[in-house]
């Protein structure tokens, strides 16, 4: 399982690291630089370099990278852009090695507020000399504000020179300019072949957009203590690996009958959205579900029943077609009948937030207080939910609870925007947990997953699963892996990998622009075949 950290959470682990381990910052940082320059020299030939460097130790990084590069026959070039009583004790040191090796010239650019983005830029331009690799030293984990004056004229001019002379382009730690924990970009920003990050990859660079910065990160050990991960607030985020999830899929019973593949009751569909039932309904078939019933209104039963033969229907009026007491007798018909065969629920895709919508979620919470069953909590439940404002959510929801909300449903479950959310999604996230207290899973073109004790970030999926019925898909395999036994987190979590990773499929055969939902389902039997064991 792969671990990244939050900018402010790196910063931890390196204090910690250095006051309470007693691990000398020198020492790290020289892993740190060797690595970075290591990097260039695996990849281009000796050549020339230029390096640019801020005033903290992202700068100190470069100045040690200028050092050990120019060691190896490189001609470097540095422009260390800020004010010189703003260096770190760090920076200085460096400086110092440098100017006892009396090679390289460091030309300074300072900080001062009388100037234009065009005059910085046209100064700045003598300093930025063509070269075969440009490196990105200016802001680490310390980025602090937006990026302004002098500092974004630097890095506009370092993408510029960059591209002009077909530099291949390295950013020491991370792309300057992007917030290692939101993935947003603050002001101007860099944009690499290559972010040679240390210790720990940082949250915002898998985000988007930050995570769109740089074609490759790449995770140096720097060589910090492993306990240094322990000793930051909160807790790390994990992403799950092909081989994590190969063993939380365990391995298939190969005496199982269909009961021991647990049965998934689907609640969704209204009129004129059967679709939603099906690709859920389907999704969870495909995941391995044993059976899947599906509850919807009648008007679905003809297309459901051609579509997907192989599901159980249970076919409902609308209220406005019947009588309270029949109304009673199919909702207690559920309560008695359907739901107790139930290994997991899924409620909400094409639900509608009708009346009838709504004393199905009710039943369906109600059930939850009373039993111990997974429950997957999509579209139309969420808006539904998000309506309900005197009850304690905490009290009605709880660890078996899986919210599947997209940024729109979060920012109405939070009332605020959907670009709200979008934008911080990692804050709303959270807040949803604490509000709900159960297992929240913000999809977007990355998905964060929380539980009350930990945190995950999802890395598979593309762009082409940003097409109608793809979330349904996802609560179907959710609800499949929870109803065939494993924890509401791990079949939220694993659910989430093998969405994406089964899109990641689908885009190979029928690119981002064509795929549809549908497709995620054939997508998901390729990857189940790459994940399962042979043999139990
Ligand atoms: N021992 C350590 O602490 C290690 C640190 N390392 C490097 O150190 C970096 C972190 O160093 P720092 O904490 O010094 O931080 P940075 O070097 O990232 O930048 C901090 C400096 O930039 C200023 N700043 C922040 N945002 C600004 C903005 N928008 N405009 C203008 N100035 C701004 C701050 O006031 C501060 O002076 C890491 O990213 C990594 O590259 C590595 O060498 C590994 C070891
Ligand atoms: N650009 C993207 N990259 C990766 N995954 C994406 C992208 N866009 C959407 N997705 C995924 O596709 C799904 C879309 O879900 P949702 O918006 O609920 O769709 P719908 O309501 O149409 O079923 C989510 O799981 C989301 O994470
Ligand atoms: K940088």
């Known amino acids: 399982m792969k671990q990244l950290l939050t900018g402010k959470q790196m910063k931890q682990a390196d204090t910690w690291s250095i006051k309470e381990f007693g691990m000398e910052s020198l020492i790290l940082m020289e892993r740190a630089a060797l690595c970075a320059a290591q990097h260039i020299m695996s990849v281009q030939k ?43 004790k760090e920076w200085l040191y460096q400086k110092s090695l440098l100017d006892k090796m009396e090679i390289l010239p460091v030309q300074y650019f300072y900080e001062s507020d009388d100037k234009d983005e065009e005059e910085y ?25 937006k990026v302004s ?69 790449i995770t140096c050990d720097i060589g910090m203590p492993n306990e ?20 939380w899929l365990g391995s298939r019973c190969l005496w199982g009958n269909k009961g021991t593949f647990g049965r998934v009751v689907i609640i969704a569909g209204s ?54 007491d029949e109304d009673e007798e199919q909702l207690a018909y559920l309560r008695n009948e359907v739901l107790p065969k139930a290994k997991a629920i899924v409620i909400g895709p094409g639900l509608s937030t009708d009346t009838l919508a709504k004393k199905l979620l009710d039943m369906v919470l109600e059930w939850n207080r009373s039993q111990n069953c997974p429950i997957v909590i999509d579209a139309d439940a969420l808006n539904l939910l998000a309506m309900r404002t005197n009850i304690d959510h905490a009290e009605y929801l709880g660890e078996n609870v899986i919210l599947t909300p997209h940024p729109g449903e979060l920012g109405r479950l939070m009332n605020s925007s959907a670009k709200e959310a979008a934008k911080n999604l990692l804050y709303f996230a959270e807040e949803l947990q604490k509000k709900f207290g159960c297992i929240c899973v913000c999809k977007d073109a990355r998905t964060v997953i929380l539980t009350q004790k930990n945190r995950y970030l999802n890395l598979t999926g593309n762009s082409g699963m940003a097409t109608g019925g793809s979330g349904d898909v996802l609560t179907g395999v959710i609800a499949s892996l929870a109803a065939q036994g494993l924890s509401a987190e791990r079949a ?43 043999k139990v």
């Not at 004229?153 to 370092?158: D, G, L, M, P, V």
């Not at 300019?177 to 970009?185: E, M, N, P, T």
């Open 46 to 88: 000796p050549g020339c370099v230029f390096i640019m460097c801020g005033m903290g130790n992202n700068g100190a990084d470069g100045l040690a990278m200028a050092r050990i590069l120019s060691q190896n026959g490189w001609s470097v070039r540095i422009a260390a852009i800020g004010q010189i009583e703003k260096a770190t």
């Open 121 to 145: 830029r046209s100064a700045l331009s003598n300093l930025y000399v063509p070269a075969q690799v440009y490196v990105d030293a200016l802001f680490g984990v310390g980025l602090s504000r």
């Open 149 to 217: 004056g002098v500092y974004r004229a630097a890095i506009e001019e370092w993408n510029e020179h960059k591209k002009k002379c077909g530099a291949y382009g390295v950013a020491v730690d991370i792309c300057s300019g992007l917030d290692a924990k939101s993935g947003q970009v603050l002001g101007a920003y860099v944009k690499a072949d290559v972010q040679i990050t240390f210790g720990y990859g940082k949250v915002g660079q898998f985000l988007y957009p930050g995570a769109s910065l740089s074609d490759q990160t």
């Open 228 to 247: 240094a991960v322990y000793h930051v607030d909160g807790f790390p985020f994990n992403c799950l690996e092909k081989s994590d999830a190969k063993d």
């Open 271 to 324: 009129s004129g959205m059967a679709g939603a039932a099906y690709l859920s309904a389907l999704a969870a078939y495909r995941t391995g579900a044993g059976l899947v019933d599906i509850v919807t209104p009648k008007c679905n039963r003809l297309v459901l029943q051609q579509l997907l033969p192989e599901a159980v229907l249970h076919c409902i009026s609308e209220i406005s077609e019947i009588s309270k």
């Open 492 to 534: 939220a979590v694993l659910g989430v990998w093998l969405h994406g990773a089964a899109g990641d499929e689908a885009a190979k055969e029928k690119s981002p622009y064509s795929m549809i939902a549908r497709d995620l389902a054939d997508g998901l039997s390729k990857v189940l075949i790459q994940i399962s064991r042979k």
